[in-house]
């Protein structure tokens, strides 16, 4: 097994649906919190991510959820709130969402049953999301909501959670089903399938979806890669030489961080003649939980949290699709493959090689756009510890700004061996770029509430 290799605990198929809803904390965390509204929208998102990792979504699939989610959550969340400002206009094709009917209702509950709603139609594992969903209600009629509120409010999410889903419908990802796979051919620097798996080329249409806050997927394109060339001097062949040599004298500090920002949800298990996958956390799954950490820290209400949850899952998105864009377009060789037909065969990144093209990173594209929208929403110099990946057998990590951890993550692809220089650095500059314009364009606070 590969230092990076963690089996997860599948803890919803072992504990009661409301157990569940309370969401695993590591050992060495807070003492229980207050089940207050902001917590209870913690507690969805790690919900939704852990049956993101159940079914095994690739990390461009599981943005999209993460995106639709936190839009249903936040577009009710808001509503009452004085100086809140809706997303409608504010991203591609999204229109007002539709106001409360009459009577009393429970906008939390409201807010939270629209987000678990949307992910329990992007996702595969439904039975998981009703339960969790049911847990929710009754942990707000446990607070003392009658049974009229409690149906009003249900009724409310469901009809956000409508309204987002046929929205979502129009952004073509059903159409890119069918669209062609990734041809692969033995054009000399063009990406062909890794070990051990040898898996086909994920999502290779994803740059075709409808994008979020960029006009187009092309928006933000980076610099090109270095042109395939296999002369020792070469420009590329010197960033393949520096990702085997790397690899051959990592520190144990380096080791760590490599396996902290693994997050490959198709890592494969290979023990004699028989071969698994082992079910682990997406990049964005990683960066939606240091929201919550982030949230915590800074006490945030309910639609505060909100806030910047749907913020950088904007940014992991668009960062995804534009990302996605750019690895189709160079298809770009990994670097295992270049080291093992060029330099040693038997070379083996610490990290397992996912299946798509190398140009640029996606590590450092969503990173840093998430990076950037966190430090517009908390501030440059929230210091934090990040246990996301405690429950994976893995130590807590501490950062003095998102920005560090943006650039850690980064970083992490060339120690892994997965990444070549120039695409960690030009994903870094894309990630930046994105976050950025979500910065600029997207705006869930008026002035004066957004510096409270």
């Given amino acids: 097994m590969r230092p990076s290799s963690r089996l997860l605990a599948l803890a919803l198929a072992a504990v009661p649906a409301v157990q569940a809803l309370q969401g695993c904390r590591p050992a060495q965390a807070d003492a229980p919190r207050a089940r207050t509204d902001a917590e209870l929208l913690h507690d969805a998102v790690k919900q939704l ?35 809140y400002r809706t997303l409608a206009g504010q991203l591609n094709g999204l229109t007002p969402v539709p106001a409360p009917d009459s009577g009393e209702v429970s906008l939390p509950l409201a807010g939270v049953h629209a987000f678990m709603s949307v992910g329990r139609a992007l996702t595969f594992s439904r ?48 159409q890119s089903r069918g669209y062609p796979k990734f041809s692969v051919t033995a054009a000399a620097g063009r990406w062909v399938p890794t070990p051990p798996a040898y898996m086909d080329a994920v999502e290779p249409n994803w740059g075709m979806l409808r994008t979020f806050v960029m006009d187009t997927a092309t928006r933000f ?45 198709y890592v494969m298990q290979v023990q004699g003649h028989t071969m698994f996958a082992l079910k682990k956390m997406t990049p964005g799954g990683h960066w939606m939980s240091i929201v919550g950490i982030a949230s915590r820290k800074a006490d945030a209400d309910a639609p505060r949290a909100a806030s910047a949850y749907v913020r950088t ?60 929208v966190l430090t517009d929403e908390y501030g440059d110099g929230f210091a934090y510890a990040d246990s996301t990946e405690v429950e994976y ?51 869930t606070r008026e002035a004066a509430v957004a510096t409270r």
């Avoid at 852990?50 to 993460?66: L, M, N, T």
């Avoid at 893995?394 to 695409?423: K, N």
Wanted: proline share 7%.
């Fill in 313 to 372: 899952a904007l940014a992991l998105a668009d960062g995804f699709i534009a990302g996605w864009e750019e690895k189709y377009r160079s298809a770009v060789v990994r670097p295992e493959t270049v080291i093992n037909q060029l330099i040693d065969e038997r070379w083996e990144p610490l990290l397992q090689t996912p299946p798509f093209p190398e140009y640029t990173s996606g590590h450092s594209v969503i990173s840093t756009a998430a990076a950037e």
């Fill in 127 to 174: 039975a998981r999301m009703d339960s969790l969903r049911a847990a929710l209600d009754d942990a707000y009629r446990a607070r003392g909501l009658s049974a009229p509120v409690v149906a009003r409010s249900v009724a409310y999410g469901e009809k956000v959670a409508e309204h987002v889903l046929a929205w979502a419908g129009q952004d073509r990802f059903k």
């Fill in 49 to 83: 991510t852990d049956v993101i990792v159940y079914d095994i979504f690739s990390p461009p699939q599981a943005s999209r959820v993460y995106a639709y989610s936190t839009v249903a959550a936040y577009e009710v969340l808001r509503q009452g709130q004085p100086g």
């Fill in 221 to 265: 394109r980076p610099l090109p890669p270095h042109p395939y060339d296999t002369a020792a001097a070469s420009p590329f062949m010197r960033e393949a030489r520096e990702v085997h040599d790397v690899r051959l004298a990592l520190t144990p500090e380096q080791k760590e961080i490599t396996a902290f920002w693994d997050c490959n949800p």
């Fill in 393 to 443: 057998g893995l130590p807590v990590r501490s950062f003095t700004s998102f920005r560090q951890a943006a650039a850690e993550a980064a970083i992490s692809r060339l120690y892994g061996g997965i990444h070549y220089r120039r695409a960690i650095e030009q994903g870094a500059v894309q990630g930046k770029q994105i976050g950025e314009l979500v910065v600029a364009k997207v705006k």
